[in-house]
C-alpha cells in the first residue's frame, strides 16, 4: 500500500494539514519519517507542487510557509468511496470494502475504512486472525501504527467484480482524461 517514493506526496500533505509549515520544518519531519531528502531537492518538489496547485506558498521572511489547497487532495480511499457511491448508492460500503481488499490483496482495517468514510457500517465479514496478523505486520513495517485491537475485513461475496472492473476503467479514464475517447452508442446490429 505505501511506497516512499510514490506516497511522498501524501506524506508531505499528512504534515501540512494542521497549519502551514516551513522547509525546514518539512525536512526535519520528513528524516524523522525515513525520508533522506536533500533540502534543495524538497525545495523543488514542493515548488512543483505550488505550480501543480496542490500547494500554496506564502512568502513570510525569512522563510516561505507551504499550506494545502482545500479540495485538491483526495486519498486512494476517498476517490474508492466515492466511485463507490456514484456507482450502487445503497450498498457503496460493501464495493469500497471490496475494491480495497482488491487492490490491496489483504484485509481491510476498520481505520482504512473510516478513512473512506464508512464510520457505522461495518461491511463484509471479519477476516481471521492470521490474516489480520499477517496485515497488521505489513502496515507496521510500512510505518502505519495499528491498534492490536483493530478489527480487518474482507468482502463478503465476489459478485462485485463487474462494479469494481468498471470502477478502475473509469478512474483510469479520469485520470488520463480520455473519457472523451469512450464510444457511448449501443451497438444496433448484430455483426456476425
Same mark, same amino acid.
Request: proline share 5%; charged share 30%.
Given at each position: 500500500m505505501f511506497h516512499p517514493e510514490r506516497d511522498l506526496k501524501q506524506v508531505i500533505i499528512a504534515l501540512l494539514m494542521e497549519e502551514g509549515r516551513? %522547509?525546514?520544518?518539512?525536512?526535519?519531519? *520528513? $528524516?524523522k519519517r525515513g525520508y533522506d531528502v536533500h533540502r534543495l531537492t524538497l525545495t523543488g518538489y514542493l515548488r512543483a507542487l505550488t505550480d501543480l496547485g496542490v500547494l500554496k506558498e506564502?512568502?513570510? !521572511? !525569512?522563510? $516561505? %510557509?507551504?499550506?494545502? *489547497? $482545500?479540495? $485538491?487532495?483526495?486519498? %486512494?480511499?476517498?476517490?474508492?468511496?466515492?466511485q463507490a457511491k456514484a456507482l450502487v448508492k445503497e450498498n457503496y460500503a460493501e464495493l469500497t470494502l471490496y475494491a480495497l481488499f482488491r487492490l490491496f490483496k489483504r484485509p481491510i482495517f476498520k481505520e482504512? *475504512?473510516?478513512?473512506?468514510?464508512? %464510520?457505522?457500517?461495518? !461491511?463484509?465479514?471479519?477476516?481471521?486472525d492470521e490474516e489480520i496478523a499477517e496485515a497488521r505486520k505489513f502496515m507496521l513495517k510500512l510505518g502505519f501504527k495499528i491498534p492490536t485491537s483493530s478489527k480487518a475485513f474482507v468482502p463478503l461475496n465476489n459478485d462485485l467484480e463487474e462494479f469494481f472492473q468498471t470502477m478502475l476503467a473509469q478512474s483510469m479514464l479520469e485520470d488520463l482524461e480520455a473519457s472523451y475517447l469512450v464510444r457511448e452508442t449501443k451497438q444496433t446490429k448484430l455483426e456476425f
Amino acid at each position: 500500500m505505501f511506497h516512499p517514493e510514490r506516497d511522498l506526496k501524501q506524506v508531505i500533505i499528512a504534515l501540512l494539514m494542521e497549519e502551514g509549515r516551513s %522547509i525546514s520544518y518539512l525536512s526535519r519531519e *520528513l $528524516k524523522k519519517r525515513g525520508y533522506d531528502v536533500h533540502r534543495l531537492t524538497l525545495t523543488g518538489y514542493l515548488r512543483a507542487l505550488t505550480d501543480l496547485g496542490v500547494l500554496k506558498e506564502k512568502d513570510v !521572511p !525569512p522563510a $516561505k %510557509i507551504y499550506t494545502p *489547497l $482545500k479540495g $485538491k487532495e483526495r486519498d %486512494i480511499y476517498l476517490r474508492i468511496a466515492e466511485q463507490a457511491k456514484a456507482l450502487v448508492k445503497e450498498n457503496y460500503a460493501e464495493l469500497t470494502l471490496y475494491a480495497l481488499f482488491r487492490l490491496f490483496k489483504r484485509p481491510i482495517f476498520k481505520e482504512e *475504512l473510516e478513512r473512506a468514510g464508512i %464510520i457505522d457500517a461495518s !461491511p463484509g465479514i471479519p477476516a481471521r486472525d492470521e490474516e489480520i496478523a499477517e496485515a497488521r505486520k505489513f502496515m507496521l513495517k510500512l510505518g502505519f501504527k495499528i491498534p492490536t485491537s483493530s478489527k480487518a475485513f474482507v468482502p463478503l461475496n465476489n459478485d462485485l467484480e463487474e462494479f469494481f472492473q468498471t470502477m478502475l476503467a473509469q478512474s483510469m479514464l479520469e485520470d488520463l482524461e480520455a473519457s472523451y475517447l469512450v464510444r457511448e452508442t449501443k451497438q444496433t446490429k448484430l455483426e456476425f
